[in-house]
């Protein structure tokens, strides 16, 4: 019985995390002022974001001035290409996001008039 009890609280666990999660990207999605290509340039490069994307991945990379991209194990080449940041970590694709500041003063990656992901911006280490 107690198996039954920890396999139900898991789920409930899980369908509440991803009822909170969901609702945190619809209500990012309300408001902010979307950036310009040199507004992002400013904001995030030369600093570190941590956040997490809508698939549930979570990420802390560091934005270097020069367009380097350190991650945790990995790296990669950040552009700026009209009003969005796109992003190289060296595989085929070439993945580009609007940025959008939110009321917080958090950043939130728009691909396709949605909400991607959302990131806390913090002086690089």
């Given amino acids: 019985m107690r198996v039954q009890v920890s396999s139900i609280t898991g789920i409930c666990l899980a369908a509440a ?8 990207f619809a209500n990012a999605d309300s ?5 310009s290509g040199e507004e992002i340039r400013e904001l995030v490069w030369g600093n570190q974001v941590q956040g997490e ?33 796109c992003f ?21 990656w728009i691909k396709d008039d949605e909400v991607a992901g959302f990131g806390t911006i913090s002086d690089a280490p």
Avoid: W
């Fill in 88 to 108: 190289d970590y060296g595989g085929d694709d070439v993945d580009c996001y609007g940025v959008r500041r939110n009321s917080d003063g958090n950043i939130e």
């Fill in 31 to 35: 408001e902010g002022e979307r950036l």
């Fill in 17 to 24: 995390l991803s009822t909170l999660s969901a609702s945190a």
């Fill in 53 to 85: 994307m809508a698939g549930g991945e979570a990420y802390s990379e560091v934005y270097l001035p020069d367009g380097e991209i350190v991650g945790d194990g990995y790296s990669g080449e950040a552009t700026i290409v009209d009003d969005t940041m």
